[in-house]
């Protein structure tokens, strides 16, 4: 039952993914079938959808870096003082 249940979610889930034939024939390149709704305006979309990927990557890239190798070596760290309070 629960596989049935699986299958039917992702089969309706993926359904909606994909753009409708009016929104596919009105976007532009890169996005013509995957997005619905109004296209970019202009080029400078993009640039801000680009700018915008960036940012998230470089704060993934050090959120990942300093969860795994934080670098508070310090003995009066905050960090120390909450764990070694007891």
Request: positive net charge.
């Amino acid at each position: 039952m629960r596989k049935i249940l699986l299958s039917i979610a992702l089969l309706l889930g993926t359904a909606s993914i994909f753009a409708c034939p009016v929104c596919e024939r009105n976007q532009r390149g890169i996005l013509k079938g995957i997005t619905h709704g109004a296209g970019p305006e202009s080029q400078w979309d993009y640039v801000i959808v680009w700018a915008t990927v960036a940012i998230v990557l470089c704060s993934l890239f050090f959120s990942v870096k300093w969860l795994i190798r934080p670098g508070e070596k310090s003995g009066s760290h905050i960090k120390r003082f909450i764990l070694n309070n007891e």
